[in-house]
């Protein structure tokens, strides 16, 4: 039996082989290298060996210039600070005797204090002295206080030990990078030019990978070089993986960790650095000579970019996956509004160009003095119907068939929207080494650990831990839920407020005498109650969040991620019903408690509000108009301008402390402390899944709402892009492998859509009652609008009023008419239909289109593989494969 080697085994050779000539031009990063075994310390140039030994420059030096130790050499991978107020005399002043002893204490309590943190930072150091990290100290000292700066590399044996550790990925084959855009692959099928896409210098390489091990590092490319082989987010993630286990205090006690001290302002703050300034050079410079942080503002955080790809690989290279998955989501997100935006546009311009077509508004500027309606208020007198001419053509902007046709549109794309994503998503995770990322078992909150009243034994890893009792937490979270319910109740009464403020603006238009304000009472009130509304809902945002927070500490959730779980689950609960409260009013409730002439229905006193002129639909229209794009104006100035405050006064006061050292040059770790701490995703998800409720949730009265929602998104992309590279301290790199909690919202809000919008169709648009008054009436809308009149009550008119008319399906009694119910069993049928054929074809949608693309299952397969023959003890097994022999 003939044995010989695959094409495929040849091409892994020779990949093998040509990396090990060039690995670092394969690798495509270039990083200090480290220096292994003992660990050097120096004191103003002087050897030095001593418990904590560490090495202090003081003043500035331009060999420091640079993420490097004094050295030139040793990799700095991260930073700590801590900040000392120094105590100067003051002259003594006269005071009593207990004014004395009360400062006495005070002053004691602080040293005391301040003598504790320094105790925790020299016995936290000195544990990371033990594990392997080198350091080296750099302050800033001025008349009020210093800074402190210690910074710390990982050198070869810690890394490679914390590699296996963590369950890091290897590079086993080179292969070419995926498209990651699908647009562009289909731009190149058909040979169309692609404005989109643009050349990225330096874009990382694609691998085959599997589980690092130690004992087959020789099997790994690149890694007989020592300096290339760790990516610098790899770094990173090690190190911060050390400072987040290292030991402070007692263990009993859970005093473990980076996040602990940070939270108890034992440091001022922890970080790994900056690739260099962001600022392009003014002179001339190769793209591929650029640092990272110059490539990602070049090619992604200028405003001039809004119409190129991200470039995903390399916001993963430098952020980590976590960051950059959420760039892909958003950038995903905005391409797949373009379709949505185009035929909601579409569907708005029919409209406008039919509006004069539509005859239900054309009997209504016909009518002259017709049909004389009924006073909107106590002391109002009648008014004819054709005063309404142009909010009836209006109107029907918002209310016309096709209209509906767009709202199922949208209850497929939605759906089709988020499967894609699946698919997308699982091609990134597999790109990015996080398939099958699963957090390891996670360490205590440091605020849990710190308030915890008990020590239990963890059953997964047999470590004692802090405990606090089930019981008690559920206890806490019922408590909680209460104080939601409650604060959800008090946005019903500024709902209730602003229905008052509504009908108070009402009533002074038409006191007013003036025609013009009486016929448009209702939107003049409509639009200012909008504006109103809007200032309460991002205020109580404001409040609740900050409340939402503190309630989450309070209910002692033991790890980040049930932390951050509970938190979101609180304030999207609240937001949603922050948000949608006054849509849902306009859209289900406003109008159906009027009444008829002499029994109409009041609230404090007050006529229960109707629909406007032009109808409910219009209405919810203007409401989501300013809502939407109020709040998205709003957002865009805060994230836009708070950043920017916040990193002057940070300078401010680093200006402060550095005084006459301001005319030197700032070193990488002074001009990264002069940024701000980089806040999370978390509002930035919750921003957009918001967006998505607007553009899903009410999409039939307002078909706008993409297009707007895509603006803003080109935008978002490109603000939040500025913020991580220009104005955020270099978060430490996070896995992960999805868009977590946030992917089972989104499916949650497309499914309520298709709910929300069959109602919206059956109850507030006009489209069913049209649509059986044909039925009945031989396919002809003559007459509509004086069938939807009804006359007022014989009793209304004997009591000082005269005849008139009002919208709604009553006999002169005051009794609903026969239509009314067959209109209610049509628009009850049309929402059961509608829900079964759209969730079928959901259904169907679901199951056609692949959560993981077959190309991709091949290359997984691919991967798995070469892992196999990388890691087998008997390599030339799986190096060999069987030929038989021809048979002749």
Known sequence: MLQSESFETQEDRNVLTFVERDAARILMDTYGSVQNGGYRSTVHGAERDDDLAINITNGYNPDCRGNYFKDGTTKIDFVLIWEMKKTTPKKPKVQCKYQEMGKEETDRTKTNLLGRHEKLRNKFMKNLQNVGLLMEKDETVSERKSIHYMKLSAPWDVLVYYAEELCMRAPLQAQPNPCLNSSEEMLRKFNIPNILSEHVANRPVDYYTCAFRKSKLDKFLGSDDHETYFTNTQRHRIVYEILATAVYGKRKRAEIGIDRLLNERVFASAFPLHEGPFELPEY???????NPRQILYMNWARWSKWCKYQPLDHIREYFGEKIAIYFAWLGF??????????????VFISGLMSMNTNKSAEQICNTSTQYPMCPLCESCGTWNISEICSMAKLGYLFDHPGTVFFSIFMSFWAVTFLEYWKRKNATLAHHWDCMNFEEEEERPRPEFAAMAPAMEQNPITGIKEPHFPEKDRMSRIITGSMVIIIMLFVVMIFLVTVIIYRGIVSMMMYHTGNAILMTQAGNIANISGSMVNLILIMLMGQIYTSLAEKLTRWEMHRTQTQFEDAFTFKVFVFQFVNFYSSPFYVAF???????????????????????????????????????????????????FVIPKLKAWWQKRKLAIVRGSQICQEPKHWEDDYELIASEGLFDEYLEMVLQFGFITIFVAAFPLAPLFAMLNNWVEIRLDAQKFVCEYRRPVAERAQNIGVWFNILDGLAQLSVIINAFLIAFTSEFLPRLLYQYENSGSLDGYVNFTLASSPYNYVSSNYTMCRYKAFRDPAGNLTLFYWKLLAVRLGFIIAFEHVVFLILRLIDWMVLDIPESLQVKIKRERYLAKQALADNQDVYLSEIVYPEVP
Not at 284 to 290: F, R
Not at 336 to 346: N, S
Not at 616 to 627: N, P, T, V
């Open 284 to 290: 001339d410079v190769p793209a591929a000579d650029l």
């Open 333 to 346: 997100y905005t391409a797949w509004l373009l379709p949505a935006a185009l035929v909601g546009t579409f």
């Open 589 to 639: 409730i406003k109008g159906r408690f009027v009444g008829y002439p002499g029994h109409y229905g009041k609230l404090f006193g007050m006529r229960n509000e109707d629909c406007g002129p032009g109808g409910c639909l219009i209405e919810l229209a203007q409401q989501l108009f300013i809502i939407m794009v109020g709040k998205q104006i709003i957002s865009n100035v805060q994230e």
